[in-house]
């Protein structure tokens, strides 16, 4: 049963804290997408990659956050220094080859304090 | 204007009642359409996925597209309270470029 997976899961930290959360993609898919989901704002794309390369990191604040694909089993997502404001649930999704469609994971909730 | 709109809910109906869920959308681009759901404090979960327009039938869900009004449904028959989610339309175009509608919070009351 291919999944992605997400840790940590669940992440309490205090303002100026760097936070770390990766990402495992489906073995097989070449586009890792990611996204932070809020009750005002619902789903924003954050970053996506295919073949590792980053393709669009349009929606994310460049000056805190920074998105990587060291290999092609992990993706990672990094919020240096971490606000309040940064308190959300972030999923990564990953795609197959053909670019329709989209598998997500569980979700990283992020709280900063 | 968003590219997608999706009424937000929420949308409570009785058990065995036929869901109607619905987005519109602008650009014209998008080829690809699907339909995902998601419970509380989980991801979503892709539930349809159709490309033409038409109509595509799942046991109790019929995910319907009209590309010429722009207009994408999602219909539930005989729903359960396990139907209880929110559900999130999402389309892309050729690249890959997907937008998802804001997700619309049903209940199925027993």
């Known amino acids: 049963d291919a999944r992605v997976t997400q840790t940590p899961r669940d992440k309490v930290t205090e303002m100026g804290q760097e936070v770390t959360m990766r990402c495992q993609p489906i073995?097989?898919?070449?586009?890792v997408f990611w996204y932070r989901q809020t009750m005002m704002q619902g789903l924003e794309l954050l970053a996506y990659f295919r073949n590792r390369a980053p393709l669009d990191d349009s929606g994310m604040p460049k000056d805190r956050f920074s998105a990587e694909m060291p290999d092609a089993t992990l993706a990672t997502l990094k919020i240096q220094p971490s606000e309040p404001r940064d308190s959300a649930v972030y999923f990564c999704?990953?795609?197959?080859?053909?670019?329709?469609?989209?598998?997500f994971g569980p979700g990283t909730r992020l709280l900063v304090l | 204007q968003k590219e997608v709109e999706q009424d937000p809910g929420p949308l409570s109906v009785p058990e065995g009642a036929i869901v109607s869920l619905n987005c519109t959308y602008s650009?014209?681009?998008?080829?690809?359409f699907m339909w995902y759901r998601q419970y509380s404090r989980k991801g979503p979960e892709l539930l349809m996925y159709?490309?033409?327009?038409g109509n595509k039938e799942d046991g109790r869900f019929t995910a319907q597209v009209d590309k010429s009004s722009k207009y994408i449904s999602l219909f539930i028959r005989d729903s359960q309270p396990s139907d209880s989610a929110t559900y999130l339309c999402?389309?892309?175009?050729?690249?890959?470029?997907?937008?998802f509608g804001a997700g619309t919070r049903l209940t199925v009351k027993p």
């Open positions: 650009n014209s681009a998008f080829q690809y």
């Open positions: 159709t490309y033409s327009s």
């Open positions: 999402a389309m892309s175009d050729r690249k890959g470029d997907m937008r």
């Open positions: 999704a990953s795609g197959p080859p053909a670019g329709e469609t989209q598998y």
């Open positions: 073995l097989g898919h070449n586009t």
